[in-house]
């Protein structure tokens, strides 16, 4: 099975300094890609390189990454914005912060979907109304016409999964989302996770730092320290015998969820 995505020997920088080195991998249609590492180990910047969205100072300064035939560095930014959504979508740590205070959640999908594809007010409704009876959100309706704050920043970050999937994106790339929930939350969100890749066969990138979280879910596991790969492999093995020393101290000091 060709792979969506992969990671070539990539080196991010910022300015003059290196702070991803030599990555590789392979995402494919339906699997689930779990990065872990403490803080500061890039994590974020890899997802961040995949939408071409590194800032002014960050740039890919080595290997390729390439999304179905396309290497991503080389893309302009409007062929970005054709993949960006439609095709990459992302969830961000604090959804509640990337969605607007002042518009409806519905306002907010609207303008989503009708930047990138035709489509009218009331098709953009009936499409996110149908999402969220399969997420099982209570009163969606109510949902639709309600402002960010509110809702609970855990129904936001569930919103904010609900919005990066009603474009049907290939890949779904997912940062930290549930670090600031508790746990109840957290695994409704690992369970919405799953449902889509069950839905729409997403394949998903998973950053976090939380093992637990990785373990309920991932089918590879990609483990970064200070920008470089420590361990890479099928998650059972990675978790039950890791063969790189910083993998077993992570591993040591987490709890873990148990799969849905």
Same mark, same amino acid.
């Given at each position: 099975? /060709?792979?969506?995505?992969? %990671?070539?020997?990539?080196?991010?920088?910022?300015?003059?300094?290196?702070?991803?080195?030599?990555?590789?991998?392979?995402?494919?249609?339906? *699997?689930?890609?779990?990065?872990?590492?403490?803080? $500061?180990?890039?994590?974020?910047?890899?997802?961040?390189?995949?939408? $071409?969205?590194?800032?002014?100072?960050?740039?890919? +300064?080595?290997?390729?990454?390439?999304?179905?035939?396309?290497?991503?560095?080389?893309?302009?930014?409007?062929?970005?914005?054709?993949?960006?959504?439609?095709?990459?979508?992302?969830?961000?740590?604090?959804?509640?912060?990337?969605?607007?205070?002042?518009?409806?959640?519905? /306002?907010?999908? %609207?303008?989503?979907?009708?930047?990138?594809?035709?489509?009218?007010?009331?098709?953009?409704?009936?499409?996110?109304?149908? =999402?969220?009876?399969?997420?099982?959100?209570? /009163?969606?309706?109510?949902?639709?016409?309600? %402002?960010?704050?509110?809702?609970?920043?855990?129904?936001?970050?569930?919103?904010?999964?609900?919005?990066?999937?009603?474009?049907?994106?290939?890949?779904?790339?997912?940062? *930290?989302? +549930?670090?600031? =929930?508790?746990?109840?939350?957290?695994?409704?969100?690992?369970? *919405?996770?799953?449902?889509?890749?069950?839905?729409?066969?997403?394949?998903?990138?998973?950053?976090?730092?939380?093992?637990?979280?990785?373990?309920?879910?991932?089918?590879?596991? @990609?483990?970064?320290? /200070?920008?470089?790969?420590?361990? %890479?492999?099928?998650?059972?093995?990675?978790?039950?015998?890791?063969?790189?020393?910083? +993998?077993?101290?992570? @591993?040591?000091?987490?709890?873990?969820?148990?799969?849905?």
């Amino acid at each position: 099975m /060709d792979a969506l995505l992969q %990671y070539e020997s990539v080196e991010i920088s910022f300015g003059e300094r290196a702070v991803i080195h030599d990555v590789n991998f392979s995402l494919h249609p339906s *699997e689930i890609l779990g990065v872990v590492g403490e803080s $500061g180990s890039g994590k974020s910047t890899l997802l961040r390189a995949a939408l $071409g969205i590194l800032g002014e100072n960050g740039v890919v +300064t080595r290997g390729n990454l390439i999304y179905q035939g396309k290497n991503i560095p080389d893309l302009s930014e409007r062929a970005m914005r054709k993949i960006r959504g439609p095709e990459i979508g992302m969830i961000f740590q604090n959804a509640e912060g990337s969605l607007c205070p002042v518009r409806t959640i519905g /306002d907010q999908i %609207y303008e989503s979907m009708v930047s990138h594809m035709r489509i009218s007010r009331a098709q953009a409704r009936e499409k996110a109304l149908n =999402l969220f009876e399969k997420l099982k959100f209570r /009163d969606g309706e109510r949902l639709w016409r309600s %402002y960010p704050f509110e809702i609970s920043g855990g129904m936001n970050q569930r919103v904010g999964i609900a919005i990066a999937m009603l474009m049907e994106p290939s890949v779904l790339l997912a940062d *930290e989302p +549930t670090s600031a =929930l508790d746990v109840a939350i957290q695994r409704q969100v690992v369970c *919405e996770l799953l449902q889509m890749r069950e839905l729409f066969g997403t394949a998903i990138i998973l950053v976090t730092h939380d093992i637990g979280v990785v373990s309920a879910m991932a089918d590879t596991i @990609l483990v970064l320290k /200070d920008g470089k790969m420590m361990e %890479y492999g099928e998650a059972k093995s990675v978790l039950q015998n890791p063969q790189n020393a910083y +993998t077993r101290r992570l @591993l040591s000091a987490v709890p873990r969820l148990r799969r849905a």
